[in-house]
């Protein structure tokens, strides 16, 4: 499986876009990007996941480098809320849904008032 | 639409016991997975079910097990416990097994060997 490289943590003020960087060097042509989120104490979220190109939901924004070598996750307009560590995960071709994830240490995200 | 929901939340047991952990994947959902998640190894994959079959397996021993039933509820077991098994169980689950797919985790079941 593809590794994943993040910091291992990042300050924004709230209400401050916050972006989070992935780099994915040895990602295979067919493996997606994925990012959960785990507030503390709670199982991880899902919020996002793209292929090659960038993508929107009402979470976030995932874009994708051309190379697709790395990526950056965009929280928008960050809230307290947002505090939390923040899994960039390469998903293997094979399984689906969450067999096999392999979750790193991720990137401690602090929102600051 | 209830979410997944993982019983118990807290557990305590003494170490050569087994224990029995139950997931109830959301209402569809056919592929269920369990992760252990402990402060020094982050979250590692155990086992994935999908249609009663255990799909895939991660790197732990023989003492854990799980299984699947046909209404895709799940239960995993560790037997012999040991103190290192204390840690953060979590159950997700989602739709199928199509790769492009996210997926829903539950709370977590915390297990505490003592």
């Known amino acids: 499986d593809a590794k994943t490289t993040q910091p291992t943590s990042m300050d924004c003020a709230e209400g401050r876009a916050a972006n989070l960087p992935c780099n994915h060097s040895?990602?295979?042509?067919?493996?997606?990007v994925y990012w959960y989120r785990q507030i503390h104490s709670q199982g991880p979220q899902y919020i996002i996941h793209?292929?090659?190109n960038n993508e929107t939901n009402e979470m976030a924004s995932l874009i994708i480098t051309e190379d697709r070598k790395s990526s950056t996750l965009i929280l928008p307009h960050a809230t307290l809320r947002d505090t939390a560590v923040y899994y960039c995960?390469?998903?293997?071709?094979?399984?689906?849904?969450?067999?096999?994830?392999?979750f790193g240490k991720g990137t401690h995200l602090i929102i600051q008032p | 639409k209830a979410g997944v929901t993982q019983t118990p939340r807290y557990l305590i047991k003494t170490r050569g016991q087994q224990v029995t952990l139950s997931c109830s994947p959301i209402?569809?959902?056919?592929?269920v997975s369990w992760y252990q998640q402990t402060p020094g190894q982050g979250l590692q994959f155990l086992f994935e079910y999908f249609s009663e079959t255990q799909r895939n397996k991660g790197n732990f021993p023989g003492r854990f097990s799980g299984r699947q039933f046909s209404n895709s509820r799940s239960e995993m077991n560790v037997s012999t416990l040991e103190l290192g098994d204390s840690a953060l169980y979590l159950c997700?689950?989602?739709?199928?097994?199509?790769?492009?797919?996210?997926?829903?985790f539950g709370q977590g079941t915390r297990l505490t060997v003592v």
């Open positions: 040895t990602i295979s042509g067919n493996e997606y």
């Open positions: 995960i390469v998903r293997p071709p094979s399984g689906g849904g969450a067999d096999g994830l392999t």
């Open positions: 209402s569809g959902h056919r592929s």
């Open positions: 793209g292929l090659k």
């Open positions: 997700a689950s989602s739709p199928h097994r199509e790769v492009n797919t996210e997926a829903f």
